[in-house]
T-cell receptor
Framework: DQQVKQNSPSLSVQEGRISILNCDYT??????FLWYKKYPAEGPTFLIS?????DKNEDGRFTVFLNKSAKHLSLHIVPSQPGDSAVYFC?????????????FGTGTQLKVEL | DAGITQSPRHKVTETGTPVTLRCHQT?????MYWYRQDPGHGLRLIHY???????DKGEVSDGYSVSRSKTEDFLLTLESATSSQTSVYFC?????????????FGPGTRLTVT
Protein backbone atom coordinates (compact mmCIF):
# COMPACT_ATOMS: atom_id res chain seq x y z
CA ASP A 1 0.00 0.00 0.00
CA GLN A 2 1.64 3.20 -1.23
CA GLN A 3 1.23 5.75 1.55
CA VAL A 4 2.93 8.54 -0.40
CA LYS A 5 1.97 8.88 -4.05
CA GLN A 6 3.41 10.86 -6.90
CA ASN A 7 0.99 10.16 -9.72
CA SER A 8 2.92 11.94 -12.46
CA PRO A 9 6.03 9.97 -13.44
CA SER A 10 7.25 12.82 -15.63
CA LEU A 11 6.78 16.52 -16.26
CA SER A 12 8.18 18.76 -18.98
CA VAL A 13 8.24 22.56 -18.72
CA GLN A 14 9.94 25.40 -20.56
CA GLU A 15 12.78 27.35 -19.05
CA GLY A 16 11.51 30.36 -17.12
CA ARG A 17 8.04 28.92 -16.54
CA ILE A 18 6.65 27.45 -13.34
CA SER A 19 7.09 23.77 -12.50
CA ILE A 20 4.48 22.24 -10.21
CA LEU A 21 5.13 18.80 -8.77
CA ASN A 22 2.39 17.08 -6.82
CA CYS A 23 2.29 14.54 -4.01
CA ASP A 24 -0.57 12.89 -2.12
CA TYR A 25 -0.47 10.93 1.10
CA THR A 26 -2.90 8.63 2.84
CA UNK A 27 -1.52 8.27 6.38
CA UNK A 28 -3.03 10.92 8.66
CA UNK A 29 -0.17 10.37 11.14
CA UNK A 30 2.28 12.07 8.77
CA UNK A 31 3.01 15.59 9.96
CA UNK A 32 6.33 16.52 8.36
CA PHE A 33 6.98 16.55 4.64
CA LEU A 34 10.11 16.89 2.56
CA TRP A 35 11.19 17.19 -1.05
CA TYR A 36 14.39 15.72 -2.43
CA LYS A 37 16.06 16.18 -5.78
CA LYS A 38 18.09 13.45 -7.44
CA TYR A 39 20.48 13.63 -10.36
CA PRO A 40 21.57 10.43 -12.16
CA ALA A 41 24.36 8.51 -10.42
CA GLU A 42 24.13 10.70 -7.31
CA GLY A 43 22.39 10.41 -3.97
CA PRO A 44 19.18 12.36 -3.30
CA THR A 45 19.73 15.86 -1.94
CA PHE A 46 17.38 17.57 0.49
CA LEU A 47 15.55 20.52 -1.03
CA ILE A 48 12.84 21.88 1.27
CA SER A 49 10.52 20.73 4.04
CA UNK A 50 7.29 21.74 5.73
CA UNK A 51 5.69 20.98 9.05
CA UNK A 52 1.96 20.33 9.29
CA UNK A 53 1.53 23.46 11.41
CA UNK A 54 2.26 25.50 8.27
CA ASP A 55 0.62 25.58 4.87
CA LYS A 56 3.50 27.16 2.96
CA ASN A 57 7.28 27.27 3.12
CA GLU A 58 9.48 29.19 0.74
CA ASP A 59 13.19 29.01 -0.03
CA GLY A 60 14.33 31.05 -2.99
CA ARG A 61 12.82 29.67 -6.17
CA PHE A 62 11.24 26.74 -4.31
CA THR A 63 7.93 26.84 -2.45
CA VAL A 64 6.13 23.91 -0.88
CA PHE A 65 2.40 24.10 -0.22
CA LEU A 66 0.55 21.77 2.14
CA ASN A 67 -3.19 21.14 2.10
CA LYS A 68 -3.84 18.94 5.12
CA SER A 69 -7.53 18.46 4.52
CA ALA A 70 -6.83 17.11 1.04
CA LYS A 71 -3.66 15.27 2.18
CA HIS A 72 -1.85 16.93 -0.69
CA LEU A 73 1.38 18.82 -1.08
CA SER A 74 3.00 20.48 -4.04
CA LEU A 75 6.41 21.87 -4.92
CA HIS A 76 6.55 25.01 -7.06
CA ILE A 77 9.75 25.99 -8.84
CA VAL A 78 9.76 29.51 -10.26
CA PRO A 79 11.42 30.26 -12.60
CA SER A 80 12.42 26.80 -13.81
CA GLN A 81 16.00 26.40 -15.01
CA PRO A 82 17.66 23.64 -17.07
CA GLY A 83 19.69 22.64 -13.98
CA ASP A 84 16.42 21.77 -12.24
CA SER A 85 16.03 18.76 -14.54
CA ALA A 86 16.14 15.82 -12.14
CA VAL A 87 13.93 13.31 -10.36
CA TYR A 88 12.00 14.82 -7.45
CA PHE A 89 10.87 12.68 -4.53
CA CYS A 90 8.43 13.73 -1.86
CA UNK A 91 8.72 12.10 1.54
CA UNK A 92 6.72 12.09 4.74
CA UNK A 93 7.42 11.44 8.40
CA UNK A 94 5.42 11.08 11.59
CA UNK A 95 7.02 13.45 14.08
CA UNK A 96 4.87 12.17 16.87
CA UNK A 97 6.47 8.79 16.27
CA UNK A 98 9.92 10.28 16.68
CA UNK A 99 10.41 11.28 13.09
CA UNK A 100 12.83 8.42 12.67
CA UNK A 101 11.60 7.16 9.34
CA UNK A 102 10.78 8.69 6.00
CA UNK A 103 8.29 7.22 3.54
CA PHE A 104 9.04 8.19 -0.04
CA GLY A 105 6.93 8.56 -3.14
CA THR A 106 7.95 6.98 -6.43
CA GLY A 107 9.34 10.19 -7.90
CA THR A 108 8.61 12.59 -10.75
CA GLN A 109 11.14 13.16 -13.54
CA LEU A 110 11.25 16.89 -14.31
CA LYS A 111 12.67 18.05 -17.61
CA VAL A 112 13.20 21.75 -18.12
CA GLU A 113 13.57 22.55 -21.80
CA LEU A 114 15.30 25.53 -23.36
CA ASP B 1 28.38 17.62 2.08
CA ALA B 2 27.19 15.41 4.94
CA GLY B 3 30.48 13.49 5.10
CA ILE B 4 29.03 10.18 3.98
CA THR B 5 30.92 7.65 1.90
CA GLN B 6 29.75 4.32 0.58
CA SER B 7 31.88 1.39 -0.53
CA PRO B 8 32.07 -0.19 -2.94
CA ARG B 9 30.41 2.19 -5.43
CA HIS B 10 29.79 -0.61 -7.91
CA LYS B 11 29.68 -4.37 -7.44
CA VAL B 12 28.74 -7.36 -9.57
CA THR B 13 28.24 -10.61 -7.75
CA GLU B 14 26.76 -14.02 -8.36
CA THR B 15 23.54 -15.44 -6.98
CA GLY B 16 24.05 -17.13 -3.63
CA THR B 17 27.17 -15.23 -2.59
CA PRO B 18 27.27 -13.03 0.51
CA VAL B 19 27.77 -9.30 -0.03
CA THR B 20 28.53 -6.53 2.45
CA LEU B 21 28.09 -2.85 1.71
CA ARG B 22 29.66 -0.22 3.94
CA CYS B 23 28.47 3.23 4.91
CA HIS B 24 30.88 5.54 6.68
CA GLN B 25 30.14 8.94 8.21
CA THR B 26 32.52 11.46 9.70
CA UNK B 27 30.16 13.69 11.68
CA UNK B 28 29.02 11.49 14.57
CA UNK B 29 25.34 11.41 13.61
CA UNK B 30 23.11 9.19 15.69
CA UNK B 31 20.81 7.82 12.99
CA MET B 32 21.90 5.86 9.94
CA TYR B 33 19.71 4.29 7.27
CA TRP B 34 19.90 1.89 4.34
CA TYR B 35 17.53 2.31 1.38
CA ARG B 36 17.19 0.69 -1.99
CA GLN B 37 16.00 2.51 -5.09
CA ASP B 38 14.17 0.66 -7.84
CA PRO B 39 12.19 1.92 -10.83
CA GLY B 40 8.55 2.40 -9.95
CA HIS B 41 9.21 2.06 -6.22
CA GLY B 42 11.10 5.17 -5.24
CA LEU B 43 13.27 4.79 -2.16
CA ARG B 44 12.39 2.02 0.28
CA LEU B 45 13.83 1.64 3.77
CA ILE B 46 15.66 -1.62 4.45
CA HIS B 47 17.02 -1.14 7.97
CA TYR B 48 18.02 1.73 10.18
CA UNK B 49 20.10 2.33 13.29
CA UNK B 50 19.47 4.73 16.15
CA UNK B 51 22.76 4.11 17.92
CA UNK B 52 25.66 1.68 18.26
CA UNK B 53 24.25 -1.84 18.29
CA UNK B 54 20.67 -0.45 18.05
CA UNK B 55 18.93 -1.31 14.80
CA ASP B 56 15.40 -1.79 13.49
CA LYS B 57 13.75 -3.14 10.37
CA GLY B 58 12.30 -1.13 7.54
CA GLU B 59 9.67 -2.09 5.00
CA VAL B 60 11.87 -4.35 2.82
CA SER B 61 14.19 -6.03 5.34
CA ASP B 62 13.82 -9.67 4.23
CA GLY B 63 17.14 -11.07 3.00
CA TYR B 64 19.18 -8.26 4.59
CA SER B 65 20.97 -7.85 7.90
CA VAL B 66 22.82 -4.88 9.36
CA SER B 67 25.41 -4.16 12.00
CA ARG B 68 26.66 -1.03 13.70
CA SER B 69 29.58 -1.70 16.03
CA LYS B 70 30.78 1.92 16.04
CA THR B 71 29.11 5.26 15.43
CA GLU B 72 30.73 5.96 12.10
CA ASP B 73 30.06 2.67 10.29
CA PHE B 74 26.82 0.99 9.27
CA LEU B 75 27.11 -2.29 7.34
CA LEU B 76 24.46 -3.87 5.15
CA THR B 77 24.83 -7.60 4.44
CA LEU B 78 23.04 -9.68 1.87
CA GLU B 79 23.49 -13.16 3.33
CA SER B 80 22.85 -14.92 0.02
CA ALA B 81 22.36 -12.51 -2.85
CA THR B 82 19.44 -13.00 -5.25
CA SER B 83 18.69 -11.35 -8.57
CA SER B 84 15.80 -9.45 -6.94
CA GLN B 85 18.40 -7.62 -4.84
CA THR B 86 19.91 -6.02 -7.92
CA SER B 87 19.39 -2.36 -7.09
CA VAL B 88 21.00 0.92 -6.14
CA TYR B 89 21.60 1.13 -2.41
CA PHE B 90 21.76 4.43 -0.56
CA CYS B 91 22.93 5.13 2.94
CA UNK B 92 21.56 8.15 4.80
CA UNK B 93 22.22 9.88 8.08
CA UNK B 94 20.20 12.06 10.41
CA UNK B 95 21.47 14.09 13.32
CA UNK B 96 18.35 13.73 15.47
CA UNK B 97 19.46 16.15 18.18
CA UNK B 98 16.95 18.86 17.32
CA UNK B 99 13.65 19.26 15.57
CA UNK B 100 15.17 18.20 12.28
CA UNK B 101 13.84 15.24 10.39
CA UNK B 102 15.86 15.66 7.24
CA UNK B 103 18.05 12.80 6.16
CA UNK B 104 21.19 13.27 4.09
CA PHE B 105 22.24 10.68 1.57
CA GLY B 106 25.47 9.13 0.41
CA PRO B 107 26.40 8.70 -3.26
CA GLY B 108 25.00 5.16 -3.59
CA THR B 109 26.23 1.67 -4.44
CA ARG B 110 25.06 0.01 -7.63
CA LEU B 111 24.78 -3.75 -7.02
CA THR B 112 24.17 -6.25 -9.78
CA VAL B 113 23.42 -9.88 -8.90
CA THR B 114 23.88 -12.23 -11.87
Amino acid sequence: DQQVKQNSPSLSVQEGRISILNCDYTNSMFDYFLWYKKYPAEGPTFLISISSIKDKNEDGRFTVFLNKSAKHLSLHIVPSQPGDSAVYFCAASGVTGGGNKLTFGTGTQLKVEL
Amino acid sequence: DAGITQSPRHKVTETGTPVTLRCHQTENHRYMYWYRQDPGHGLRLIHYSYGVKDTDKGEVSDGYSVSRSKTEDFLLTLESATSSQTSVYFCAIRDGTGLDYEQYFGPGTRLTVT
